[in-house]
């Protein structure tokens, strides 16, 4: 369940609450669910990492909101970096070791080339999936369709694809964060002009952006967890272990997931 509330501050008391109680409750909601891990609430983490942690009860926006909170009452202390702004309780002496372990470990999943990696390895799973599922893919990083084409931006779509007479716009985005309010407009603007149904695959997405969706007549299929190919073993094991992150290696696309797609 997602709390929101625009206008008053009922609710974020509450989520300011649940994230004091991550500080200082060893046995708190997030650390229980997965594998055991190295997280504790003595832990620093960087503001990113607190948003995903707790996404599946508040939008990542709400949570930011709660830590500005604690920051300005004085619970937790933030200490910037070049690579993330890691915050902690207050109280907790001897981070610099523990915040330079996780600047490493981000410098790593951070870099150009897992990024890259990660983003076209989610985006060839899809691919194969929609044709297991009878989808036409008919083009790739397009802005064109049936001698219609977008000007207004240089945005593409990753993926133009059709079946039973009906053409999708398709983006996947294989990232932490949502993906970007701008960014999400402007292509469903250009599914809109291209006459085509926009097909978002992401791995998480807030209420918000599934109300804009069905608004557009479009769609989100959601997965979840970061995806990483194999060989990235490693790499996923540590960013779980020392940041709880939602990441797995991938060798094919869970049924839970395939069932979103197989419905349309």
């Known amino acids: 369940m997602v709390i929101f509330n625009r206008m008053g501050s009922v609710a974020d008391k509450v989520v300011v ?4 109680d991550f500080f200082l409750n060893p046995g708190h909601w997030v650390y229980q669910y997965g594998s055991p891990s190295s997280c504790v609430n003595d832990s620093p983490y960087h503001r990113k990492q607190i948003e995903v942690l707790f996404e599946k009860k508040y939008f990542h926006w709400i949570t930011d909101r709660a830590v500005n909170t604690l920051l300005k009452e004085g619970f937790l202390r933030e200490t910037k970096t070049d690579v993330a702004n890691f ?3 207050s109280n907790v002496r001897y981070v610099t070791r523990e915040i330079n372990k996780r600047k490493k470990l981000i410098q790593r999943y951070s870099d150009p080339i897992i990024t890259r990696a990660i983003g076209s390895y989610a985006e060839t799973l899809f691919s194969f999936l929609f044709r297991v599922y009878n989808f036409t893919i008919v083009g ?3 802005n064109e369709y049936k001698r219609n084409k977008w000007t207004e931006t240089e945005h593409n779509l990753d993926f133009i694809i059709e079946k039973d007479g009906i053409s999708y716009g398709v983006e996947v985005k294989n990232t932490l964060p949502y993906m970007e309010e701008e960014e999400f407009n402007i292509k469903i603007k250009m599914c809109e002009y291209l006459n085509i149904t926009p097909l978002w695959v992401l791995r998480y997405a807030p209420g ?3 109300e804009a969706m069905k608004k557009a007549g479009g769609f989100i299929v959601v997965f ?3 995806i990483y190919p194999p060989g990235q073993e490693p790499l996923v094991k540590e960013m779980w272990g020392l940041m709880r992150l939602p990441v797995s290696v991938w060798k094919d696309i869970p049924k839970g997931v395939e069932k979103q797609l197989a419905r349309m």
């Open 140 to 142: 790739c990083n397009v």
């Open 17 to 20: 609450d649940d994230v004091r």
């Open 224 to 226: 979840k967890t970061q």
């Open 208 to 210: 918000t952006q599934f």
């Open 87 to 89: 915050v902690y309780r």
